[in-house]
């Protein structure tokens, strides 16, 4: 790939070859953790309680950080550095005040909605009202702190300082087994919660001293100032554009779910234990995305500089973005059809050895099937994203992001009638095709229309 690294920079693949592994050790320690709850705690309605509100947390990181203001600081980070580093320094400061102030308001309100609807699903979970309310808390308590650390993130990936927030990531699902195993006997359900919490104030306490250093800025500077500034009116403007299409973007799984439902009992399960595998691939990928997106962001403000002493280039990131698909193409194509010959095999490896019978398991190959066939659009367009994101075109995101809202419900009432439960599989693989064309087509003509 094209890399636009200063001396002192790696490139593209150097930051690839580096984080993608480490990341990859963080993702398996979350799920060590999933491994470590299933055999200390189960099953029970305590757990199901607990699991729900962990949704609901891991959704509002999503929603308020994740897909939203991590996504829109950093190219706009990257852009104020591109001006000089007093200006980056004024970016952040501007921005982490006001986020700082409005972010946990928002988790407070959508928890106590959350509490709301929860009360039609668990009116008694076997726990104290005393205990609900911990719990509760802890899990607002998780969000916020999880919010802060995304937007510490932001800040180093937009420095290219890759390593020291994927390391901290892996050393938190220590912490977070040894605080279970220690806490449980005397905390029981509190210990899961309170957890979580230590494992995000541990990556904030590294995190937040890096960011200083980096952007030569003491704790003092960071103090609370909601004057508005440019930067804070565009970095909220630009979070609710990404926040309405991360939030259309999690309703599809539901409507999926639920859609489904309709179809008799398993349905649902065969679903998820389909896309459980169809993620692998999308895992090994993801890790990558946040390198691009900083090293895009980086290449999209140096060209929005250049273009304003001299006529308009443009064509180094295009060059970039292009190589990127090509190599995802060479390295996931034959993955992904030695993943569909094999499909049958991995899930009776995987998924054979318990209650599932053979005729369940062949059911599953087939929806697995059907899904492979729409996930290398779905890399690609997960790659074109960030390159729209690194030059702010959050519209084009956001749309996408709608016509597939609007049209999934449509085919799958269409392709359910015909093909029953294949035909949601269906309709996630078709829609993938001309999701990927637009998005494609709009970041051509946004990079002819850069060098035009």
Same mark, same amino acid.
């Given at each position: ?13 150097? @930051?690839?070859? *580096? ?19 299933? @055999? ?12 729900? !509100?962990?949704?609901? #947390? ?15 600081? +950093?190219?706009?980070?990257?852009? #104020? ?57 802890? %899990? ?21 300082? %890759? ?8 050393? =938190? ?6 605080? $279970? ?26 995190? %937040?001293? =890096? ?24 970095? =909220?403007?630009?979070? /609710? ?42 895992? /090994? ?42 190599? /995802?193409? *060479?390295?996931? +194509? ?8 094999? =499909? ?52 084009? +995101? ?11 419900? $449509?085919? @799958? ?19 993938? !095709? ?5 998005? #494609?087509?709009? %970041? ?9």
């Amino acid at each position: 790939m094209s890399n636009n690294a200063s001396p002192t920079e790696p490139s593209i693949l150097k @930051n690839v070859l *580096v984080v993608a592994p480490l990341s990859l050790i963080g993702r398996a320690g979350t799920f060590l953790i999933y491994i470590a709850l299933a @055999n200390w705690f189960g099953d029970p309605a305590e757990m199901d309680f607990i699991y729900y !509100y962990w949704g609901i #947390a891991s959704f509002l990181i999503e929603l308020l950080s994740a897909a939203s203001a991590y996504s829109v600081l +950093v190219p706009l980070l990257a852009k #104020a550095r591109a001006k000089g580093e007093t200006e980056a320094q004024q970016c952040v400061q501007s921005i982490f005040s006001h986020y700082i102030m409005t972010m946990p308001w928002l988790c407070c309100l959508l928890v106590v909605i959350s509490w709301a609807i929860s009360q039609l699903f668990f009116p008694n979970a076997g726990l104290a009202p005393t205990t609900t309310i911990g719990i509760v808390c802890g %899990f607002l308590c998780f969000s916020i702190i999880a919010s802060v650390r995304w937007m510490l993130k932001a800040i180093l990936d937009t420095y290219q300082a %890759f390593q020291l927030p994927v390391i901290v990531q892996g050393l =938190r699902a220590a912490i977070v087994i040894a605080t $279970i195993y220690l806490c449980q006997p005397s905390l029981t359900w509190f210990s899961i919660p309170l957890a979580l919490i230590l494992g995000e104030l541990f990556q904030v306490i590294v995190l %937040f001293p =890096r960011c200083c250093a980096i952007l030569n800025l003491q704790a003092r500077h960071l103090k609370l100032n909601l004057q508005e500034t440019p930067y804070t009116k565009q970095f =909220r403007h630009q979070c /609710l554009l990404m926040m309405g299409a991360a939030m259309a973007d999690g309703i599809n799984p539901v409507v999926d779910r639920g859609m489904a439902s309709t179809l008799g009992t398993s349905s649902v399960s065969k679903l998820d234990y389909a896309l459980r595998l169809c993620a692998i691939p999308e895992t /090994l990928t993801n890790v990558t995305l946040p390198v691009l997106l900083s090293h895009w962001a980086k290449i999209s403000s140096s060209e929005s500089q250049t273009e304003n002493d001299s006529p308009p280039n443009g064509t180094q990131l295009q060059r970039s973005v292009w190589q990127g698909v090509l190599v /995802l193409l *060479v390295l996931m +194509v034959p993955f992904l059809t030695g993943f569909y010959l094999l =499909r049958e095999n991995i899930v009776s490896v995987l998924y054979g050895r318990g209650e599932l019978s053979e005729a369940g398991q062949f059911h599953i190959a087939s929806l697995l099937g059907i899904y492979l066939l729409g996930t290398l659009p779905r890399l690609m367009s997960r790659l074109l994203i960030r390159a729209h994101l690194a030059r702010q075109a959050h519209k084009t +995101v956001v749309t996408a992001t709608l016509i597939r809202l609007l049209l999934n419900p $449509i085919l @799958n009432g269409l392709l359910m009638q015909y093909w029953g439960l294949e035909g949601v599989a269906w309709s996630t693989t078709l829609l993938s !095709y001309p999701i990927l064309a637009y998005i #494609a087509i709009a %970041f051509w003509r946004g990079s002819k229309k850069r060098t035009s």
